[in-house]
Protein backbone atom coordinates (compact mmCIF):
# COMPACT_ATOMS: atom_id res chain seq x y z
CA UNK A 1 0.00 0.00 0.00
CA UNK A 2 3.20 2.29 -0.71
CA UNK A 3 1.34 3.78 -3.60
CA UNK A 4 -1.97 5.96 -3.84
CA UNK A 5 -4.43 7.31 -6.02
CA UNK A 6 -7.05 9.62 -5.48
CA UNK A 7 -9.89 10.90 -7.48
CA UNK A 8 -12.29 13.36 -7.41
CA UNK A 9 -15.95 13.26 -9.47
CA UNK A 10 -19.76 14.81 -9.40
CA UNK A 11 -21.06 10.84 -9.51
CA UNK A 12 -18.84 7.46 -9.10
CA UNK A 13 -20.67 4.58 -9.60
CA UNK A 14 -19.24 1.05 -8.32
CA UNK A 15 -19.95 -1.71 -10.16
CA UNK A 16 -19.01 -2.56 -13.71
CA UNK A 17 -22.11 -4.82 -15.11
CA UNK A 18 -24.58 -4.02 -16.96
CA UNK A 19 -26.66 -2.24 -14.16
CA UNK A 20 -23.53 0.00 -13.45
CA UNK A 21 -22.39 1.13 -17.30
CA UNK A 22 -26.06 2.05 -17.72
CA UNK A 23 -25.90 4.34 -14.47
CA UNK A 24 -22.94 6.19 -15.29
CA UNK A 25 -24.41 6.61 -18.62
CA UNK A 26 -27.65 8.61 -17.53
CA UNK A 27 -25.47 10.30 -15.09
CA UNK A 28 -23.24 12.09 -18.00
CA UNK A 29 -26.24 12.44 -19.88
CA UNK A 30 -27.63 14.92 -17.18
CA UNK A 31 -24.25 16.84 -17.05
CA UNK A 32 -22.21 15.41 -14.29
CA UNK A 33 -18.66 14.26 -14.49
CA UNK A 34 -18.82 10.33 -13.88
CA UNK A 35 -16.24 7.73 -12.63
CA UNK A 36 -16.99 4.12 -13.39
CA UNK A 37 -15.42 1.44 -11.12
CA UNK A 38 -15.54 -2.18 -11.01
CA UNK A 39 -13.68 -5.98 -10.55
CA UNK A 40 -15.27 -7.17 -13.52
CA UNK A 41 -18.78 -6.99 -15.52
CA UNK A 42 -20.23 -9.83 -13.16
CA UNK A 43 -23.83 -11.43 -14.04
CA UNK A 44 -23.88 -9.16 -16.96
CA UNK A 45 -22.64 -11.59 -20.14
CA UNK A 46 -24.91 -14.36 -18.94
CA UNK A 47 -28.43 -12.10 -19.48
CA UNK A 48 -30.39 -13.99 -22.15
CA UNK A 49 -32.64 -11.05 -22.45
CA UNK A 50 -34.91 -8.49 -21.04
CA UNK A 51 -38.55 -9.25 -20.36
CA UNK A 52 -40.59 -5.83 -21.65
CA UNK A 53 -43.88 -6.00 -22.85
CA UNK A 54 -43.56 -4.20 -26.39
CA UNK A 55 -45.82 -6.75 -28.44
CA UNK A 56 -49.04 -5.86 -29.36
CA UNK A 57 -51.09 -8.23 -27.34
CA UNK A 58 -49.01 -7.60 -24.30
CA UNK A 59 -49.26 -4.48 -21.66
CA UNK A 60 -47.44 -2.70 -19.16
CA UNK A 61 -50.41 -3.52 -16.78
CA UNK A 62 -50.18 -7.80 -17.45
CA UNK A 63 -46.41 -7.40 -16.63
CA UNK A 64 -47.16 -5.44 -13.29
CA UNK A 65 -49.55 -8.05 -12.53
CA UNK A 66 -47.07 -10.67 -13.13
CA UNK A 67 -44.73 -9.05 -10.83
CA UNK A 68 -46.77 -9.10 -8.49
CA UNK A 69 -48.30 -13.08 -8.76
CA UNK A 70 -45.07 -13.31 -8.92
CA UNK A 71 -43.49 -11.92 -6.13
CA UNK A 72 -45.95 -13.25 -3.87
CA UNK A 73 -47.81 -9.68 -3.51
CA UNK A 74 -44.42 -8.72 -1.20
CA UNK A 75 -42.88 -6.53 -3.85
CA UNK A 76 -42.60 -2.85 -3.14
CA UNK A 77 -45.84 -1.47 -5.79
CA UNK A 78 -43.95 1.59 -6.89
CA UNK A 79 -40.90 0.06 -7.77
CA UNK A 80 -42.57 -3.01 -9.42
CA UNK A 81 -44.91 -0.51 -11.64
CA UNK A 82 -41.46 1.30 -12.65
CA UNK A 83 -39.95 -1.47 -14.08
CA UNK A 84 -42.88 -2.71 -16.27
CA UNK A 85 -43.51 0.94 -17.69
CA UNK A 86 -40.17 2.32 -17.71
CA UNK A 87 -38.26 -1.06 -18.67
CA UNK A 88 -39.95 -0.05 -22.53
CA UNK A 89 -38.18 2.82 -22.74
CA UNK A 90 -34.77 1.24 -22.16
CA UNK A 91 -35.86 -1.63 -25.27
CA UNK A 92 -35.75 1.99 -27.23
CA UNK A 93 -32.62 2.93 -26.00
CA UNK A 94 -30.55 -0.34 -26.76
CA UNK A 95 -31.80 0.12 -30.11
CA UNK A 96 -30.75 3.24 -30.10
CA UNK A 97 -27.71 2.39 -29.77
CA UNK A 98 -27.62 -0.29 -32.65
CA UNK A 99 -28.99 -3.21 -30.78
CA UNK A 100 -30.77 -5.42 -33.39
CA UNK A 101 -33.76 -7.65 -31.59
CA UNK A 102 -34.67 -10.52 -33.33
CA UNK A 103 -37.98 -10.33 -34.76
CA UNK A 104 -40.31 -11.85 -36.22
CA UNK A 105 -41.93 -11.33 -40.64
CA UNK A 106 -44.70 -9.13 -39.40
CA UNK A 107 -41.88 -6.54 -37.66
CA UNK A 108 -42.89 -7.62 -33.75
CA UNK A 109 -40.29 -9.06 -31.95
CA UNK A 110 -39.82 -12.71 -31.83
CA UNK A 111 -40.06 -12.75 -27.50
CA UNK A 112 -39.72 -15.92 -26.10
CA UNK A 113 -42.00 -16.95 -23.30
CA UNK A 114 -39.92 -17.15 -19.48
CA UNK A 115 -41.00 -18.94 -16.60
CA UNK A 116 -43.83 -16.62 -14.45
CA UNK A 117 -44.88 -15.12 -17.46
CA UNK A 118 -48.47 -14.43 -19.19
CA UNK A 119 -47.53 -13.04 -22.11
CA UNK A 120 -43.67 -14.00 -24.65
CA UNK A 121 -41.85 -11.05 -23.58
CA UNK A 122 -37.91 -11.82 -23.28
CA UNK A 123 -36.20 -10.00 -26.55
CA UNK A 124 -33.40 -11.09 -27.43
CA UNK A 125 -30.43 -10.72 -29.44
CA UNK A 126 -29.45 -14.32 -30.59
CA UNK A 127 -27.72 -15.67 -27.66
CA UNK A 128 -25.57 -12.74 -27.09
CA UNK A 129 -28.11 -9.97 -25.45
CA UNK A 130 -25.64 -9.39 -22.35
CA UNK A 131 -22.59 -9.12 -24.91
CA UNK A 132 -24.22 -6.83 -27.13
CA UNK A 133 -25.79 -4.71 -24.28
CA UNK A 134 -22.48 -4.67 -22.56
CA UNK A 135 -20.77 -3.44 -25.27
CA UNK A 136 -22.99 -0.69 -26.88
CA UNK A 137 -23.83 1.02 -23.51
CA UNK A 138 -19.97 0.86 -22.42
CA UNK A 139 -19.04 2.44 -26.10
CA UNK A 140 -21.17 5.08 -25.29
CA UNK A 141 -19.97 5.28 -21.88
CA UNK A 142 -16.68 6.28 -23.43
CA UNK A 143 -17.96 8.25 -26.14
CA UNK A 144 -19.49 10.66 -23.32
CA UNK A 145 -16.40 11.07 -21.84
CA UNK A 146 -17.26 8.97 -18.77
CA UNK A 147 -13.88 7.82 -16.99
CA UNK A 148 -14.16 3.35 -16.81
CA UNK A 149 -11.29 2.02 -13.83
CA UNK A 150 -11.41 -1.22 -14.87
CA UNK A 151 -10.22 -4.13 -12.17
CA UNK A 152 -10.83 -2.22 -8.59
CA UNK A 153 -12.11 -3.36 -5.86
CA UNK A 154 -13.93 -0.77 -3.61
CA UNK A 155 -13.45 -2.37 0.14
CA UNK A 156 -15.36 0.84 1.87
CA UNK A 157 -18.27 2.93 1.31
CA UNK A 158 -16.60 6.05 2.64
CA UNK A 159 -19.37 8.33 5.49
CA UNK A 160 -19.43 11.86 6.87
CA UNK A 161 -21.79 13.00 8.86
CA UNK A 162 -23.81 10.22 8.21
CA UNK A 163 -23.32 10.66 4.67
CA UNK A 164 -21.86 8.79 1.61
CA UNK A 165 -19.19 11.14 0.16
CA UNK A 166 -16.92 8.18 -1.53
CA UNK A 167 -15.14 5.44 -1.74
CA UNK A 168 -11.54 3.52 -0.71
CA UNK A 169 -9.77 0.30 -2.28
CA UNK A 170 -7.63 -1.16 -3.98
CA UNK A 171 -6.38 -1.88 -7.79
CA UNK A 172 -5.64 -5.26 -8.37
CA UNK A 173 -3.35 -4.88 -11.39
CA UNK A 174 -0.82 -3.59 -8.60
CA UNK A 175 -1.95 -2.96 -5.19
CA UNK A 176 -2.03 0.82 -5.76
CA UNK A 177 -4.61 2.06 -2.89
CA UNK A 178 -7.44 4.59 -4.25
CA UNK A 179 -9.88 6.75 -2.92
CA UNK A 180 -12.77 8.75 -4.74
CA UNK A 181 -14.43 11.85 -3.63
CA UNK A 182 -18.25 12.39 -4.96
CA UNK A 183 -21.14 14.12 -4.77
CA UNK A 184 -23.09 11.09 -5.26
CA UNK A 185 -22.49 7.63 -5.17
CA UNK A 186 -23.87 4.69 -7.30
CA UNK A 187 -23.59 0.98 -5.81
CA UNK A 188 -24.65 -1.34 -8.66
CA UNK A 189 -21.74 -4.26 -7.55
CA UNK A 190 -24.85 -7.03 -6.65
CA UNK A 191 -25.25 -10.51 -6.90
CA UNK A 192 -24.00 -13.27 -3.85
CA UNK A 193 -24.19 -16.75 -5.93
CA UNK A 194 -20.85 -17.57 -5.19
CA UNK A 195 -21.77 -18.31 -1.29
CA UNK A 196 -23.10 -21.15 -2.40
CA UNK A 197 -21.28 -24.51 -3.58
CA UNK A 198 -23.27 -24.36 -6.86
CA UNK A 199 -23.78 -21.32 -8.88
CA UNK A 200 -24.92 -19.75 -12.14
CA UNK A 201 -22.78 -16.49 -11.14
CA UNK A 202 -18.86 -16.02 -11.87
CA UNK A 203 -16.42 -17.28 -8.86
CA UNK A 204 -15.71 -13.99 -7.16
CA UNK A 205 -19.90 -12.62 -7.31
CA UNK A 206 -19.85 -13.00 -3.65
CA UNK A 207 -22.03 -10.13 -1.80
CA UNK A 208 -19.67 -6.97 -1.73
CA UNK A 209 -22.27 -4.32 -2.47
CA UNK A 210 -24.66 -5.75 0.11
CA UNK A 211 -21.56 -6.23 2.62
CA UNK A 212 -20.68 -2.75 1.96
CA UNK A 213 -24.03 -0.93 2.28
CA UNK A 214 -24.35 -3.00 5.34
CA UNK A 215 -21.20 -1.99 7.26
CA UNK A 216 -21.88 1.82 6.01
CA UNK A 217 -24.97 1.65 8.06
CA UNK A 218 -27.56 1.16 4.72
CA UNK A 219 -30.68 -0.62 5.71
CA UNK A 220 -31.09 -3.73 3.15
CA UNK A 221 -34.36 -6.20 2.95
CA UNK A 222 -35.69 -9.03 1.61
CA UNK A 223 -32.06 -10.77 2.20
CA UNK A 224 -34.36 -14.17 2.67
CA UNK A 225 -34.75 -14.75 -1.02
CA UNK A 226 -32.75 -16.07 -2.97
CA UNK A 227 -33.83 -17.47 -6.25
CA UNK A 228 -32.42 -20.45 -7.33
CA UNK A 229 -32.12 -21.25 -11.14
CA UNK A 230 -34.03 -24.01 -11.01
CA UNK A 231 -32.47 -26.67 -14.12
CA UNK A 232 -28.54 -26.36 -14.29
CA UNK A 233 -26.41 -29.35 -15.13
CA UNK A 234 -25.74 -31.30 -12.49
CA UNK A 235 -23.20 -33.41 -14.40
CA UNK A 236 -20.94 -33.48 -16.04
CA UNK A 237 -18.64 -31.38 -13.54
CA UNK A 238 -17.54 -29.57 -16.50
CA UNK A 239 -21.28 -27.58 -16.94
CA UNK A 240 -22.14 -27.74 -13.08
CA UNK A 241 -24.32 -24.58 -12.78
CA UNK A 242 -24.70 -24.05 -16.06
CA UNK A 243 -28.17 -23.07 -16.81
CA UNK A 244 -30.77 -25.12 -19.16
CA UNK A 245 -33.58 -22.67 -19.73
CA UNK A 246 -37.13 -23.36 -18.56
CA UNK A 247 -38.72 -22.05 -21.16
CA UNK A 248 -38.58 -25.50 -23.19
CA UNK A 249 -40.84 -26.69 -20.45
CA UNK A 250 -43.20 -24.67 -21.61
CA UNK A 251 -42.58 -25.83 -24.92
CA UNK A 252 -43.07 -29.56 -24.49
CA UNK A 253 -39.70 -30.66 -22.29
CA UNK A 254 -40.37 -32.89 -19.29
CA UNK A 255 -38.81 -33.19 -15.95
CA UNK A 256 -38.34 -37.11 -14.78
CA UNK A 257 -36.91 -38.21 -11.64
CA UNK A 258 -34.79 -41.19 -11.21
CA UNK A 259 -37.49 -43.83 -11.56
CA UNK A 260 -38.70 -41.70 -14.91
CA UNK A 261 -41.34 -40.60 -13.03
CA UNK A 262 -42.99 -36.99 -14.33
CA UNK A 263 -42.91 -35.36 -10.85
CA UNK A 264 -44.10 -31.56 -11.71
CA UNK A 265 -48.31 -31.93 -10.89
CA UNK A 266 -48.01 -33.85 -7.71
CA UNK A 267 -45.77 -30.64 -6.25
CA UNK A 268 -48.45 -28.89 -7.81
CA UNK A 269 -46.91 -27.05 -10.44
CA UNK A 270 -47.82 -27.12 -13.97
CA UNK A 271 -45.61 -26.52 -16.67
CA UNK A 272 -48.22 -23.66 -18.23
CA UNK A 273 -47.71 -21.31 -15.14
CA UNK A 274 -44.18 -22.53 -13.12
CA UNK A 275 -42.88 -20.50 -11.38
CA UNK A 276 -39.12 -20.78 -10.71
CA UNK A 277 -39.15 -21.12 -6.86
CA UNK A 278 -42.18 -23.68 -6.98
CA UNK A 279 -39.77 -25.40 -9.87
CA UNK A 280 -37.03 -25.27 -7.43
CA UNK A 281 -38.50 -26.86 -4.55
CA UNK A 282 -39.87 -29.82 -6.40
CA UNK A 283 -36.71 -30.57 -7.70
CA UNK A 284 -35.30 -30.05 -4.39
CA UNK A 285 -37.58 -32.29 -2.63
CA UNK A 286 -37.58 -35.24 -5.47
CA UNK A 287 -33.58 -35.28 -4.39
CA UNK A 288 -34.36 -35.40 -1.06
CA UNK A 289 -36.13 -37.76 -1.00
CA UNK A 290 -34.22 -40.15 -2.34
CA UNK A 291 -35.91 -40.01 -5.78
CA UNK A 292 -32.82 -38.01 -7.61
CA UNK A 293 -30.19 -38.94 -10.41
CA UNK A 294 -26.60 -39.99 -9.13
CA UNK A 295 -25.32 -36.59 -9.48
CA UNK A 296 -28.07 -35.29 -7.22
CA UNK A 297 -30.41 -33.77 -10.04
CA UNK A 298 -33.56 -34.98 -12.24
CA UNK A 299 -33.06 -35.80 -15.66
CA UNK A 300 -34.33 -32.63 -18.01
CA UNK A 301 -35.61 -34.28 -21.39
CA UNK A 302 -35.80 -32.16 -24.43
CA UNK A 303 -35.46 -35.09 -26.70
CA UNK A 304 -38.91 -34.75 -28.04
CA UNK A 305 -38.55 -30.68 -28.86
CA UNK A 306 -37.75 -29.90 -32.35
CA UNK A 307 -34.05 -29.26 -33.79
CA UNK A 308 -34.67 -25.75 -34.11
CA UNK A 309 -35.56 -25.19 -30.92
CA UNK A 310 -32.52 -26.67 -29.32
CA UNK A 311 -29.70 -26.87 -31.60
CA UNK A 312 -30.66 -23.16 -33.07
CA UNK A 313 -32.71 -21.28 -30.72
CA UNK A 314 -30.93 -22.66 -27.71
CA UNK A 315 -27.67 -23.14 -28.99
CA UNK A 316 -25.58 -21.13 -26.42
CA UNK A 317 -26.75 -24.48 -24.11
CA UNK A 318 -26.69 -27.00 -26.55
CA UNK A 319 -22.99 -26.52 -27.80
CA UNK A 320 -21.26 -26.15 -24.61
CA UNK A 321 -23.59 -29.59 -23.81
CA UNK A 322 -22.25 -31.22 -26.84
CA UNK A 323 -18.78 -30.35 -26.43
CA UNK A 324 -18.80 -32.30 -23.00
CA UNK A 325 -20.31 -35.70 -24.54
CA UNK A 326 -23.74 -34.41 -23.83
CA UNK A 327 -26.20 -34.57 -27.16
CA UNK A 328 -29.19 -33.09 -25.62
CA UNK A 329 -30.96 -34.36 -28.67
CA UNK A 330 -30.60 -37.47 -28.15
CA UNK A 331 -30.32 -37.86 -23.74
CA UNK A 332 -31.55 -36.05 -21.22
CA UNK A 333 -29.64 -33.62 -19.23
CA UNK A 334 -28.79 -34.31 -15.42
CA UNK A 335 -30.30 -30.74 -13.54
CA UNK A 336 -30.67 -29.62 -10.50
CA UNK A 337 -31.19 -26.32 -9.04
CA UNK A 338 -28.14 -23.45 -8.51
CA UNK A 339 -27.73 -20.24 -6.44
CA UNK A 340 -29.04 -17.84 -8.80
CA UNK A 341 -30.64 -14.03 -7.94
CA UNK A 342 -31.08 -12.58 -4.89
CA UNK A 343 -34.14 -10.79 -4.30
CA UNK A 344 -33.32 -8.64 -1.50
CA UNK A 345 -30.62 -5.99 -0.96
CA UNK A 346 -30.26 -1.99 -0.38
CA UNK A 347 -33.70 -0.91 0.50
CA UNK A 348 -34.20 1.52 -2.02
CA UNK A 349 -37.49 4.59 -2.97
CA UNK A 350 -38.51 5.39 -6.47
CA UNK A 351 -35.99 7.57 -7.00
CA UNK A 352 -33.11 5.02 -6.44
CA UNK A 353 -31.88 6.68 -2.66
CA UNK A 354 -31.12 4.15 0.17
CA UNK A 355 -31.20 5.03 3.58
CA UNK A 356 -28.04 6.93 3.32
CA UNK A 357 -27.90 10.11 2.34
CA UNK A 358 -25.84 10.09 -1.00
CA UNK A 359 -25.59 6.67 -1.41
CA UNK A 360 -28.16 5.46 -4.61
CA UNK A 361 -28.33 1.81 -5.44
CA UNK A 362 -29.74 -0.47 -8.69
CA UNK A 363 -29.65 -3.84 -10.40
CA UNK A 364 -29.28 -6.78 -7.94
CA UNK A 365 -27.34 -5.04 -5.07
CA UNK A 366 -31.44 -3.25 -4.49
CA UNK A 367 -34.11 -5.16 -3.12
CA UNK A 368 -37.91 -4.43 -3.38
CA UNK A 369 -38.87 -4.96 -6.94
CA UNK A 370 -39.27 -8.65 -7.12
CA UNK A 371 -41.02 -9.52 -3.65
CA UNK A 372 -40.12 -13.29 -2.85
CA UNK A 373 -39.54 -14.52 -6.32
CA UNK A 374 -39.04 -12.96 -9.31
CA UNK A 375 -40.05 -14.11 -13.11
CA UNK A 376 -37.86 -14.71 -16.20
CA UNK A 377 -35.60 -12.08 -17.79
CA UNK A 378 -36.83 -9.29 -15.40
CA UNK A 379 -33.41 -9.29 -14.03
CA UNK A 380 -31.99 -8.10 -17.14
CA UNK A 381 -34.58 -5.11 -17.53
CA UNK A 382 -34.26 -4.29 -13.59
CA UNK A 383 -30.42 -3.75 -14.42
CA UNK A 384 -31.32 -0.93 -16.94
CA UNK A 385 -34.65 0.41 -15.52
CA UNK A 386 -33.04 1.06 -12.48
CA UNK A 387 -29.64 1.53 -13.16
CA UNK A 388 -31.21 4.61 -15.85
CA UNK A 389 -33.08 5.89 -12.78
CA UNK A 390 -30.04 5.85 -10.49
CA UNK A 391 -27.94 7.46 -12.51
CA UNK A 392 -30.40 10.04 -13.77
CA UNK A 393 -30.79 11.42 -9.98
CA UNK A 394 -27.36 11.13 -8.71
CA UNK A 395 -26.32 13.47 -11.39
CA UNK A 396 -29.21 15.91 -10.47
CA UNK A 397 -28.34 15.16 -6.33
CA UNK A 398 -24.65 16.16 -7.51
CA UNK A 399 -25.57 19.03 -9.48
CA UNK A 400 -27.27 20.58 -6.41
CA UNK A 401 -24.81 19.74 -3.56
CA UNK A 402 -22.23 22.86 -3.18
CA UNK A 403 -19.28 21.19 -2.05
CA UNK A 404 -17.05 18.22 -0.75
CA UNK A 405 -16.47 17.69 2.67
CA UNK A 406 -13.46 20.21 3.87
CA UNK A 407 -9.77 18.91 2.42
CA UNK A 408 -8.68 18.27 5.95
CA UNK A 409 -12.01 16.26 7.04
CA UNK A 410 -11.93 14.18 3.42
CA UNK A 411 -7.50 13.58 3.97
CA UNK A 412 -8.42 12.38 7.66
CA UNK A 413 -10.91 9.68 6.62
CA UNK A 414 -9.05 8.60 3.16
CA UNK A 415 -6.04 8.04 5.40
CA UNK A 416 -7.78 6.39 8.33
CA UNK A 417 -9.17 3.95 5.44
CA UNK A 418 -5.52 3.87 3.97
CA UNK A 419 -4.05 2.54 7.10
CA UNK A 420 -6.54 -0.07 7.94
CA UNK A 421 -5.81 -1.79 4.95
CA UNK A 422 -2.21 -1.11 4.94
CA UNK A 423 -2.44 -2.85 8.45
CA UNK A 424 -4.03 -6.41 6.36
CA UNK A 425 -0.65 -6.65 4.65
CA UNK A 426 1.74 -6.21 7.52
CA UNK A 427 -0.33 -9.05 9.00
CA UNK A 428 1.49 -12.47 8.76
CA UNK A 429 -1.01 -15.09 9.28
CA UNK A 430 -0.66 -18.81 8.84
CA UNK A 431 -3.85 -20.62 9.75
CA UNK A 432 -5.15 -22.31 6.54
CA UNK A 433 -6.49 -20.00 3.41
CA UNK A 434 -8.87 -17.93 2.51
CA UNK A 435 -10.29 -20.69 -0.22
CA UNK A 436 -10.15 -22.99 2.66
CA UNK A 437 -12.83 -21.04 4.44
CA UNK A 438 -14.80 -19.94 1.66
CA UNK A 439 -15.33 -23.61 0.68
CA UNK A 440 -16.53 -23.92 4.70
CA UNK A 441 -18.78 -21.05 4.21
CA UNK A 442 -20.32 -22.76 0.63
CA UNK A 443 -20.71 -26.00 2.62
CA UNK A 444 -22.75 -24.28 5.29
CA UNK A 445 -24.93 -21.84 3.40
CA UNK A 446 -25.53 -24.99 0.81
CA UNK A 447 -26.47 -27.41 3.92
CA UNK A 448 -28.98 -25.10 5.95
CA UNK A 449 -29.37 -21.74 3.88
CA UNK A 450 -30.81 -22.94 0.78
CA UNK A 451 -34.16 -24.06 -1.00
CA UNK A 452 -35.82 -25.71 1.75
CA UNK A 453 -34.91 -23.74 5.33
CA UNK A 454 -35.91 -25.07 9.01
CA UNK A 455 -34.96 -23.00 12.33
CA UNK A 456 -32.75 -25.24 13.99
CA UNK A 457 -30.83 -25.49 10.47
CA UNK A 458 -30.63 -21.77 10.05
CA UNK A 459 -30.08 -21.19 13.80
CA UNK A 460 -26.72 -23.89 13.44
CA UNK A 461 -25.47 -22.04 10.29
CA UNK A 462 -25.78 -18.23 12.54
CA UNK A 463 -23.09 -20.29 14.39
CA UNK A 464 -21.19 -21.67 11.85
CA UNK A 465 -20.55 -18.42 10.02
CA UNK A 466 -19.68 -16.63 13.16
CA UNK A 467 -17.21 -19.03 14.10
CA UNK A 468 -15.52 -18.65 10.58
CA UNK A 469 -15.45 -14.57 10.54
CA UNK A 470 -13.47 -15.55 14.04
CA UNK A 471 -10.90 -17.28 11.77
CA UNK A 472 -10.29 -14.04 9.43
CA UNK A 473 -7.59 -12.50 11.97
CA UNK A 474 -5.58 -15.22 11.51
CA UNK A 475 -5.61 -15.70 7.35
CA UNK A 476 -2.76 -14.28 5.83
CA UNK A 477 -2.97 -11.03 3.33
CA UNK A 478 1.08 -10.48 2.11
CA UNK A 479 0.12 -10.00 -1.56
CA UNK A 480 -2.65 -8.32 -3.61
CA UNK A 481 -4.53 -11.62 -4.39
CA UNK A 482 -5.03 -12.46 -1.00
CA UNK A 483 -6.13 -9.09 0.17
CA UNK A 484 -8.83 -9.41 -2.37
CA UNK A 485 -9.52 -12.87 -1.24
CA UNK A 486 -10.10 -12.24 2.00
CA UNK A 487 -12.20 -8.57 1.77
CA UNK A 488 -14.10 -11.37 -0.83
CA UNK A 489 -14.48 -13.96 1.89
CA UNK A 490 -15.35 -11.38 4.64
CA UNK A 491 -17.97 -9.83 2.12
CA UNK A 492 -19.25 -14.02 1.52
CA UNK A 493 -19.33 -14.07 5.54
CA UNK A 494 -21.27 -10.92 5.80
CA UNK A 495 -23.91 -11.91 3.30
CA UNK A 496 -23.90 -15.48 4.33
CA UNK A 497 -25.02 -13.88 7.74
CA UNK A 498 -27.81 -11.33 6.60
CA UNK A 499 -29.42 -14.51 4.80
CA UNK A 500 -29.75 -16.62 7.60
CA UNK A 501 -30.61 -13.81 9.78
CA UNK A 502 -33.38 -13.17 7.47
CA UNK A 503 -34.80 -16.32 6.56
CA UNK A 504 -34.88 -16.74 10.57
CA UNK A 505 -36.98 -13.81 11.13
CA UNK A 506 -39.20 -15.23 8.37
CA UNK A 507 -39.61 -18.20 9.86
CA UNK A 508 -40.42 -17.03 13.36
CA UNK A 509 -43.06 -15.19 11.83
CA UNK A 510 -44.97 -17.57 9.24
CA UNK A 511 -42.03 -19.62 8.09
CA UNK A 512 -40.26 -19.47 4.69
CA UNK A 513 -42.39 -22.45 3.19
CA UNK A 514 -44.92 -21.30 0.62
CA UNK A 515 -48.36 -22.25 0.13
CA UNK A 516 -49.41 -23.26 -3.39
CA UNK A 517 -52.95 -21.21 -2.52
CA UNK A 518 -51.10 -18.23 -0.65
CA UNK A 519 -51.70 -15.32 -3.35
CA UNK A 520 -55.37 -16.35 -2.57
CA UNK A 521 -55.08 -15.84 0.83
CA UNK A 522 -53.07 -12.43 1.48
CA UNK A 523 -51.59 -13.67 4.74
CA UNK A 524 -51.31 -10.53 6.52
CA UNK A 525 -48.52 -12.39 8.65
CA UNK A 526 -46.23 -13.37 5.25
CA UNK A 527 -47.34 -9.81 3.91
CA UNK A 528 -44.00 -7.79 5.54
CA UNK A 529 -40.33 -7.00 4.88
CA UNK A 530 -37.93 -8.03 6.87
CA UNK A 531 -35.24 -4.85 7.12
CA UNK A 532 -31.44 -5.60 8.32
CA UNK A 533 -29.49 -3.44 9.25
CA UNK A 534 -25.63 -2.49 11.58
CA UNK A 535 -26.15 -0.81 14.58
CA UNK A 536 -23.32 0.07 16.92
CA UNK A 537 -21.57 -2.69 15.47
CA UNK A 538 -24.88 -5.66 15.87
CA UNK A 539 -26.84 -6.87 13.54
CA UNK A 540 -30.46 -5.99 14.00
CA UNK A 541 -33.37 -7.22 12.39
CA UNK A 542 -37.05 -5.42 12.37
CA UNK A 543 -40.47 -6.53 10.15
CA UNK A 544 -42.56 -3.74 8.23
CA UNK A 545 -45.74 -3.28 6.69
CA UNK A 546 -44.98 -3.86 2.87
CA UNK A 547 -44.96 -0.53 1.19
Known amino acids: MDSQRASLTDVLVIGSGLAGLRAAQAAAAHGARVIGVGKGSGASPGIMGFNVAVNPDDSSESHYQDLLRSGWFINNKKLARILAEDSIAELANLERLGMKFEKKPDGTYDAFLPIGSSHPRLVHYKALTGHKALSLIGKDCRNMGVT ?30 VSYLAKAVVLTAGGCGAVYPITTYPKDIVGDGYAMAYRAGAELLDMEFLQFEPCCFSY ?10 TTMLKEGAVLRNAKGEEFLRKH ?26 MHKGVFYDVTMLPRQTVVVNHNIFYDPALKAGIDLMQEPAEVAPAAHTLMGGVKIDAFCNASLAGLFAAGEVSGGIHGANRIGGASGAETLTFGSRAGKYAALAALRARSFPSAKTAATLIDRARKGLAELTERRGSAGSAAMVSRAVQSVMGEHVGIIKNRKGLVKAAEQLADLEGRLAQLPAKSVKQVKELFQLANMITTGRMLAAASLA ?26 VKQVDGEMRLETRDCE
Open 506 to 531: RTESRGVHYRSDFPARQDKKWLKNVI
Open 236 to 245: PEALAGDPIP
Open 148 to 177: VEKRVMITQLLKHRDRVIGAVGIDLHDGTF
Open 268 to 293: GARPEILQKDVLARAIATEVAEGRGT
